[in-house]
DNA sequence: GCTATGATTGGTCAGTCGTCCAAGACGATC
DNA sequence: GATCGTCTTGGACGACTGACCAATCATAGC
C-alpha cells in the first residue's frame, strides 16, 4: 500500500528534468539551457538538478542520448524487417511530419555540435551512430548491394542534412527525395527477383 | 598623406571584430560568444562592440553570413564553368580538408541552427542557400537533367549532412561519396556527348 | 517508537552576461 | 587656431549564471 515512496518520487522528478531537458535544448540550444529555467519547465526548486544530477552537462548529455536512442533503434528495426528501400522512404516521411524549427528536430542538431566540444557525449553519440550505419549497411548488404556502407553513410547525411536545411525552408519536401534515394539504395541490375 | 584617419581605424576595428566572431562561433558556439570574449579576441576594449554594432546579434548575423557568403558564391562559379559532376566532386574534396570540428565548419552548422531563433539571420541565409541551390539547379538543366531541382537539395543536405557526421567520426570520406553521387548527376544515357 | 536513507528547500557564492554612457582623444575641415 | 564628427576608454547597471550547502522534510526498515 506504499502509495508513493521518496524514491518513487525522486524517479519522477529526475524524468521531468530530463523530459524538460529534451524541450529546451531545442528550443534554447545546447548552452541556453539553464538550471533555473530547466527547474521551472520541470516545475522543480532550482537545487533539485544538481541533487540528481552531477552536473548541468550530464543532464543535458542523458536527455539528448534519451531521446536520439529510441528514435535510432526503432529506425534501425524497421531496416531489419522491409526492404531497405521501402524503410529508408518510410524515414524520409517521418521527417516530413517534422518542420525543421521544432525542438525534436533541433534536439538532433544540437546534440551533433555538442558532441564536438564533449568528448564524452561524442563517445556515445558515435556508439548510436555507428550502430544505426551498421543496420543500413547490414540491409544492403542482404541485397548484395556493391556499395553498402558507402551508401549507408550518404543517406544518414542526406536525412541530417535535409532536416538543417528545412529549418530554414520549410517548404522543402522530403518525399521527393525518395525516387533520387532510391536509384542508390536498389541493386543496379532494375529491380529483378 | 591621410596615414590613418579615425575611419579607417573604425573600419579596422570592425573587421577585427567580425573576423574574431567568425572564429569564437565555432569554438563556443553562437551563444558562447559573449562581447568581453570578442573584445578579448579583436584586441580591442569591451565598450566598442557596442558602438559599432547595434547588439551582439547584429554583429554575429554579419559575421556568419559574410564568412558564408563567399564560400556559396565561389562554388556557384565553380558550378557554372565546369561539369556539374565535376563540381560536386570538387566540393567533396573541399569539404575533406576540414575535420568537422574545426571553427570554419561549425561556424555553418551554428548559423543554421541560429537562423531558426533569429528571423532576420534566417532570411539572410535563406537568400545565399536559395541563390546557391539555383546555381546547382541551372547547372543541371543545362544537361538536360530530369530532376534537377530535387538532385540540387539533395546534394545540398549530403553535403551539410557530411560535415555533421564528421564532426563524430573524423575518419568518413568525402570523396567515397562521389562515385554515388555521380550516378545522380549524370543524365540517365551514360554520359553520352 | 527510532534511525537511516533519500528528497527537498532556500539561499549563498563568485563570476559573467548584454547594454549603456559620460568623458576624453583623435584626425579632418574650415 | 577652432570646430566637428568619429572613435575610444573605463566603468557602471541590473540581471543572470553553475555550483554548492546546511537545514529540513518524508519515507522505509527495524
Redesign the interface.
Known sequence: MTGRTNVDRGREVRARLVAAAQELIGEL????VSTRILAERAEVRPGLVHYHFESLQALLRQAAIEAMGPLLTDAAQLLGAADPADAVEAMLADIDRYT??DPAS?LF??A??A???DPVL?EQ??DL??AFRAAITAALVSKDHP?AE??A??I???????I??K???PQ?SAA??V???R??TETENGADR
Not at 29 to 32: A, K
Not at 156 to 162: E, K, L, P, T, Y
Request: net charge neutral.
Open positions: 540550444g545546447w548552452n541556453g525543421g524549427t533541433l542538431i544540437e551533433y555540435i558532441a564536438t566540444r561524442r553519440m558515435y551512430v555507428a556499395d558507402t551508401t553513410v550518404l544518414m547525411a542526406v536525412i541530417d542534412g535535409f538543417l536545411h529549418g530554414l525552408d522543402l521527393r527525395l525516387p533520387l534515394l536509384r542508390l
